[in-house]
Structure formats: structure tokens, C-alpha cells
């Protein structure tokens, strides 16, 4: 149970997929304008992850090594389309919302890596463990990151708005540009609070 | 050989998976689009919708919406313009049986986040209400004509003029005067 538990809490904090291993930055600078899209992007990929992982460690042993990337390639993708299509069928504002990025969830190098890396060689229940983990860490790392930047940079949070409409907001944070300095600001200030707390070098 | 067996399965269940869920997603998504475009289509116009006709032209879509007795409320077409800041913009425009704009959405656009998306903010909107195709001069006050352009967003605001002009010669076109009474 001790080693569940450690499996679960990795993915939050000491190999945070975003803001410690630095994964999956194409969706996490993308569509982090906003809350919504943050969370939603968070948590198609955690369904994703979940997927892929179970089916990976299920099936590692059948899969001969010559082959090995392409099938996990093709799990991935399947789920992927699995998702897109649900998104697309009960929340078509999100689709609109998040649009080439669902798809795009096929090469976030974070979903193959913890198939490479931890579902291939390990059983089912710590897969699992691991990809809810894992998952919900990105989540946390997307949301943190966009509502950062839906504040400054559109004066909303979760779409409600905070200012008047005509207020000026920090527009570099809705931009590309805030997207790679706030994920900066963020690591900096997890890693900061982490060393406060922890005590830790 | 082993290798080539067990991809080629692996290939035959993802796509076995995908056509089980494609279909029981097909009339979701279906009925989920037909959604989006009622709700754009409420949103534009001012009056409950009875009921709502679709006219397919040759360039673009109609809606025809209808009070209870029958009568024709307001037309909306589906216009766009390939002007915008960052390309293509797609406009949902509402006119009345008379021709004048109720109001207009935004239904696809990549403008920039804080300034040429005010294009599809009330406070801009609310200036095309009423106007009509030949008494307006379509221009921006920049240019000399009639609209306000949003600041530090001229572009996008000449695109959205262009994209409701174009709306309003189709439905100019489709719908002559003389026909409407």
C-alpha cells in the first residue's frame, strides 16, 4: 500500500509531468487560456493516460520489441479518438474550445513515456495507480497555469468575469509569450515552496 | 513473422474499438452541432423562435425564423471573410424581413486574445444594430466611413464590416425587396 501511495503522489509533486519532468508542453502552453480549457485538456488527457496504461500493462508481454512503439502508438491514438469523438458529442462548446489540441494528445510525449517507462513493467493496479497520478498532476499543473493567465490576462476566472469589460488586463498573459512565463513563474514558485517545506536540497 | 501478427491484431481491435464507439458518437455529435448553430441563431435574435426554416443557397446557409402565426421574423446567413488578423472569420449575421441588422456572432475566429476578440463583444456590436446595406458607409472612421473601429484592432473591425456587408448582399440577393413587401 505504501508503494501505491508513493506511485500516486510522484505524479503530483516529485515528477510533476509538467512542472518537474517538463512534458507535454505543446498542450500545457496551447490552451491554457483559460480555466475551462486548462481543466478540460487536463482531464482528457488523464482519461487518455488511464487507457492506455491499463491496456499497455495488460498487454507488454504479448508485444514483441521490434513492434513495441507502434502498438503503443496505436493504443494511444485509439483512446485519443475515443475522447475527441465524446468531447465532440457532449461538450461541443469545450471542442470548439480546445479543437486540433485534442487530437494532438497522441504525441504528448508524457502519455508514451509512462507506457514506456512504468506501464510496459509494471501490473495493472500500479498502472493504474500511476496514471491517475500522473494524470491528475498535469491536470493540476494545467489549471494552476491557466487560470494564472486567465486572471492577468483576461480578467476572468471560469469565464466570470472579475473586471469591468472595459478594464486594461495583462494581455501578454492570454499570448504565447505569458504562456511560457507564467509556466516559469510557476516552477519557480512550486519549486521554492517545495524547498521551504520540505527542507530538502 | 510473430511481430507482424500481433501488430496487425492490435491494428484490427483499435479499429474494431473505434467503429463501435463512432457509432453510438455519430448522432450525438450530430444532434450537438444542430445545437450550437440554434443556440448561435436564438442568441442573434431579439424574439422567441417558433420555428426555423434552413435554406440552402448556393454560397451559404439561410435560417428563416418564424414567430407562432407564421410570419417571417428575421433571417440569419452564415457570411465570412478571410480579412481578419489571423484569417478566416466566421459570422453568424441576424437581419430583420426589412434587411436591417438585429445583431451579429462570431462563431469562428483567431483574432487576438484582448483585442481584435472584442469583435464579438456587445459594446462593438451594438453599433450595426439596424443599420442597412446601402445607407451605411461600411468603411471605418479610419478609412472615412460610419464604424468604430476597436483600438489597436483596425484590421479585425474592417474584417467584421466586410464579412457583414457580404451577409447582407446575400441575404439582398436571396430575398429581394420587392418579395418581402
Redesign the interface.
Known amino acids: 500500500m505504501n508503494e501505491a501511495l508513493n506511485i500516486f503522489t510522484r505524479g503530483f509533486v516529485k515528477e510533476n509531468p509538467v512542472t518537474k519532468m517538463l512534458l507535454g508542453l505543446c498542450p500545457v502552453l496551447a490552451v491554457t ?1 483559460s480555466a475551462i480549457n486548462g481543466l478540460g485538456m487536463g482531464l482528457a488527457t488523464t482519461f487518455v493516460l488511464l487507457g492506455s496504461n491499463v491496456v499497455i500493462s495488460l ?1 507488454s508481454k ?3 520489441n ?2 513495441r512503439i ?2 503503443f502508438i ?2 494511444i ?2 483512446f485519443v ?2 475522447v475527441d ?2 468531447i ?3 461538450s ?2 469545450l471542442n ?1 474550445a480546445l479543437g486540433i489540441f485534442i487530437p494532438l494528445i497522441v504525441v504528448n510525449c508524457m502519455i508514451l513515456g509512462r507506457a514506456e517507462a512504468f506501464a510496459s513493467r509494471n501490473g495493472l493496479w500500479y498502472s493504474i495507480i500511476d496514471a491517475i497520478g500522473m494524470g491528475l498532476g498535469f491536470t493540476f499543473a494545467l489549471l494552476l497555469l491557466s487560470i494564472f493567465r486567465e486572471v492577468l ?2 480578467g476572468t476566472i471560469f469565464n466570470i468575469p472579475l473586471v469591468g ?2 478594464a486594461n ?1 495583462i ?1 501578454v498573459f ?2 504565447p509569450p505569458g504562456a511560457f512565463a507564467g509556466l516559469g513563474l510557476i516552477i519557480a514558485g512550486l519549486n521554492s515552496l517545495e524547498k521551504k517545506m520540505g527542507g530538502k536540497k | 513473422m ?3 501478427i ?2 496487425t491484431l ?2 484490427i481491435l ?1 479499429a474494431s ?2 467503429a463501435v ?2 457509432d453510438l ?1 455519430r448522432e ?2 450530430a444532434v ?2 444542430e ?2 448553430k440554434r443556440k448561435a441563431i436564438e442568441q442573434i435574435f431579439p424574439f422567441a423562435i417558433d420555428s426555423l426554416n434552413t435554406v440552402q443557397a448556393e454560397q451559404t446557409t439561410f435560417y428563416e425564423a418564424y414567430n407562432k402565426s407564421n410570419e417571417l421574423q428575421g433571417i440569419a446567413v452564415e457570411t465570412s471573410t478571410d480579412e481578419g488578423y489571423s484569417g478566416k472569420i466566421e459570422v453568424l449575421l441576424g437581419s430583420s424581413p426589412d434587411q436591417k441588422i438585429l445583431d451579429y456572432k462570431v462563431l469562428y475566429h483567431r483574432e ?4 481584435g476578440d472584442k469583435i464579438d ?1 456587445p ?1 462593438f456590436k451594438k453599433q450595426f444594430k439596424g443599420r442597412a446595406l446601402e445607407s451605411t458607409n461600411w468603411k471605418v472612421k479610419k478609412d472615412g466611413g460610419e464604424i468604430d473601429e476597436l483600438t489597436a484592432a483596425t484590421i479585425s473591425s474592417r474584417a467584421i464590416s466586410a464579412a457583414v456587408v457580404r451577409g447582407l448582399e446575400y441575404i439582398n440577393e436571396q430575398y429581394p425587396k420587392s418579395s418581402t413587401e
Open positions: 487560456t498487454a504479448a508485444i514483441p521490434t513492434v507502434p502498438s496505436l493504443v491514438a485509439t479518438t475515443i469523438l465524446l465532440q458529442a457532449y461541443p462548446e470548439q490576462g483576461s469589460e472595459d488586463t494581455l492570454a499570448l | 510473430r511481430p507482424i500481433i501488430i492490435v491494428g483499435s474499438l473505434l464507439v463512432d458518437t450525438p455529435i450537438a452541432k445545437q450550437m487576438t486574445p484582448g483585442l463583444k459594446k
